[in-house]
């Protein structure tokens, strides 16, 4: 993956983060929980023991992802 970062960083101005395949993990968890997947699944996919770690520790959600949740809740009163 350091390789195709940096051969993308060479050629383009606007430069790609650090991506690594623990990066990959986090934003895979993250999106499956954004789609509502159900969470003992996601758990077990991730090989976590603990709920915790799925949805504490790799599950990371930003301003637009509330929002939108926050707009499905009200929208079905």
Do not use: W
Not at 12 to 35: D, G, I, L, N
Not at 38 to 44: E, R, S, V
Request: charged fraction near 20%; include cysteine.
């Amino acid at each position: 993956m350091r390789h195709i970062c940096a051969k993308y960083n060479k050629i383009y101005k606007v430069q790609m983060p650090k991506v690594t395949p623990h990066v990959c993990r986090h934003t895979f968890c993250s999106r499956m929980a954004a789609a509502r997947m159900n969470p003992k699944t996601l758990q077990y996919i991730m090989g976590h023991s603990d709920i915790g770690v799925t949805l504490n520790t790799y599950t990371h959600f930003g301003f637009e992802e509330i929002s939108e949740e926050v707009h499905r809740i009200s929208s079905n009163g």
